[in-house]
């Protein structure tokens, strides 16, 4: 099976513009969860979303947006850029596992605000 | 609330030492709980899990992490580490299996 794949790896952008990430999960998992990673924070987990709903949602403004797709694709969308939203954004999907849940990471978008 | 704290957030070791990755955590019901280990410019890839089932726990590339509850602790341990072990490992916990809760991270460094 092909793992989750991420688009694009690494993007430029400047202040005030908007992004949109998306994320395709591994085959037949239908959660997709979103994380911003940066030195300082770490990872803070965004947003869930299953079976096209957002079932959790972490402590970040509403510039952060997401979205699930009937094919489980899920896309991400900030708006109005900041220079602090500079970060690697990792999607995960998730699935049951002997009983068990487990999360598989994509490799990442590279998002530079300039 | 749910919290996870890694102790040391670089970690040198020669090669051919142990390897020692603490970790500790706070959840309100016994939890599932997680190595990740990631590499540069890439997302973060499995290295066990605890799930009740046994208190220690067997992953890839040699690992192993041992579930203690009155110590709330999940550390991650190799007998003999390799170059190729130098990364960034995190800690994860799970209360429910809905959402997962990251340790800061500790950066293993390998010396020759």
């Known amino acids: 099976k092909a793992g989750v794949t991420q688009t694009p790896r690494y993007l430029i952008k400047t202040r005030g513009q908007q992004v949109t990430l998306s994320c395709s999960p591994i085959?037949?998992?239908?959660?997709v969860s979103w994380y911003q990673q940066t030195p300082g924070q770490g990872l803070q987990f965004l947003f869930e979303?299953?079976?096209?709903?957002?079932?959790n949602k972490g402590n970040f403004p509403g510039r952060f947006s997401g979205r699930q797709f009937s094919n489980s694709r899920s896309e991400m969308n900030v708006s109005t850029l900041e220079l602090g939203d500079s970060a690697l954004y990792l999607c995960?999907?998730?699935?049951?596992?002997?009983?068990?849940?487990?999360?598989?990471f994509g490799p990442g978008t590279r998002l530079t605000v300039t | 609330a749910q919290s996870v704290t890694q102790l040391g957030s670089h970690v040198s070791v020669s090669e051919g030492a142990l390897v020692l990755l603490r970790c500790n955590y706070s959840?309100?019901?016994?939890?599932?709980l997680f190595w990740y280990v990631q590499y540069p410019n890439q997302g973060l890839q499995l290295l066990l899990k605890?799930?009740?089932?046994?208190?220690l726990v067997k992953g890839i590339n040699g690992f192993e992490a041992e579930f203690k509850k009155s110590e709330t602790s999940f550390h991650l341990t190799k007998p003999s580490a390799h170059m190729s072990d130098a990364a960034e490992y995190f800690c994860?916990?799970?209360?429910?299996?809905?959402?997962?809760?990251f340790g800061t991270g500790t950066s293993l460094t390998v010396i020759p």
């Open positions: 959840s309100s019901v016994p939890p599932y």
């Open positions: 995960a999907s998730r699935t049951v596992v002997g009983g068990s849940y487990e999360q598989y």
């Open positions: 979303y299953f079976s096209e709903t957002q079932r």
């Open positions: 994860a916990v799970s209360p429910t299996g809905n959402q997962f809760y």
């Open positions: 605890y799930t009740s089932a046994a208190t």
């Open positions: 085959s037949g998992h239908r959660s």
